[in-house]
């Protein structure tokens, strides 16, 4: 319980001493004495059901300027969203001490994780937000959403802060950001990982996606926090561009990078090892046990942030050589009786593609064989990209279904097959990881991209939708007779 006046500056004094007990965004979840954030989604229109969320007991209603709201206190405000995640930052009061934010097209799942494994081999508590949920070093609690709504981020920064976490990472997606779901806590620095075509949707074009994507560097990051930049992006100068103008700490990390310059990568047969520049303490070799030039750019942007919030940079580099395989991110998950890899990675741009084929290339000695779809009622302007990318990058390819929601997911396959020629359509997405099971000779690798850590199909929209059990990693072993 707290007074207004703490969480709104500027009140009357009447108004400053009203009692808020909860803070809610939803009018199914208010209770007697909240404060309710009433906002016009794509949906739903929360000033529609401004009466039904004061006579579940809401004290004060946050909405734009001239809507009615009768029998609670009004406050008006052109961004509402924001002016609720002020306040409610300052309702729930406490956050962990270090909190870093991660954005980007590809990449934000894989930072945020290795940077909470970073923390906790310095010897932090740490935890990380994002797609694949809240995980600590002991549990991991799905939220459905990658950045999860305003509510859900900020009583969960204060959970893990009672818990005695102090150091957490999050991801913030260009929606999250769109929506102000992950305003008010201090973040200490952010991160960029790069850009490329994806929710186009939702955006509309390439430059809105960006600008999106940049209020983390103009408004959300502290102004005296830190900036770190995978540098080698066509997009990074543009946003490094953002960080300077607000005056913030900048870290480039990459081969044009100046706090972490690589200098070369060399594939292993289980990883890679980097040679580094790194400002300070100079050049250094380090063994990292995760394939692929893209898991080399998010290790490198993660000791960025941990270096950046203060970490000791020679610490930071050795423990990359200790870092464990992000789930669904290019995890190894079968062996196939002919002896060929089945490897699951979470691609689901034209741009992922490209790198999850790239990656695995130098390790396949035979063929390269891919397995995916694209989800429906999302960026359908992406399909054909994808299906380019994946002719282009391997050698055989089966067009298969991946979450076609509420769409017919035979159009989906269509609209990729047509950037693909010579590629194989199977519907059944168990049927596409047989056939390609089939198909594998010793020295092949085989990759099903798009569905990563996710255990379900989702089929149907709104009241129809369900989810049909499905996991990748689980059907592969089972094709492959494991
Ligand atoms: C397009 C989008 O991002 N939508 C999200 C957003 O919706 P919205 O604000 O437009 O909400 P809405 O459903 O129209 O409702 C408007 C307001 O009315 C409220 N409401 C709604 C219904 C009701 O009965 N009463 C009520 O008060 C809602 O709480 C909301 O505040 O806020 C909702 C509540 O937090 C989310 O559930 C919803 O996610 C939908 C389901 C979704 O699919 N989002 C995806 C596209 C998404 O956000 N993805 C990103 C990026 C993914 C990635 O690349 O990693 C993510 O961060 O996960
Ligand atoms: N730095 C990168 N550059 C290019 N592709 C990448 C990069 N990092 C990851 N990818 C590709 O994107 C996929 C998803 O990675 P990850 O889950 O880390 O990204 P994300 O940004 O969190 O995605 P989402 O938007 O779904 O949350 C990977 O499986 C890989 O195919
Ligand atoms: N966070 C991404 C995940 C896409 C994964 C893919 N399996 C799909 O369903 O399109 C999105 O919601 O667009
Ligand atoms: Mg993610």
Redesign the pocket.
Known sequence: MTRLGRLIDGLANAEAEIQVTAVAIDHRQVTRGALFGAFRGARFNAEDVIPDAIAAGAVAVITRPGVVVEGAFHIEADEPRRAFALAAARFFDRAPETLVA????????????LTRQIWRQLGHSAASI???GITTTDEQVKTGL?TPDIVTFLANLSGLSAEGVSHVAF?A?SHGLDQYRTEGPRVAAAAF??L?R??LDYHLDMDSYFAAKMRLFDEVVAADGAAVF?AD?EWSDRAIGHASRRGLRLFTVGAAGQAIRLLDRQPTALGQSLELDVATIGRRSVNLPLI????A??AL?SAGLAIATGADAAAVIDALARVQP?R???ERAALTRSGAPIYI?????P??????LA?LRPHAHGRLIAVFGAGGDRDAGKRPAMGAEAVRGADMVIVTDDNPRGEDPALIRRSILSGAPGAIEMADRRAAIARAVDEAQAGDIIVI?GK??EQGQIIGRGDAMRVLPFDDATVAREEAGQ
Do not use: I
Not at 102 to 113: A, L, P, Q
Not at 292 to 295: N, S, T
Not at 345 to 349: E, G, I, L, V
């Open positions: 991660v954005t980007g097209t590809n990449g934000k799942t894989s930072c945020v994780e994002g797609t694949l990658t991801e997606s990982t790069n490329s994806d929710h995978w992006d692929g030039a893209y898991q750019a998010n942007v992000v669904g991110r290019l990675d979470y691609a689901h741009t741009d992922a593609l490209a790198a999850a990656a991209a990563g850590h």
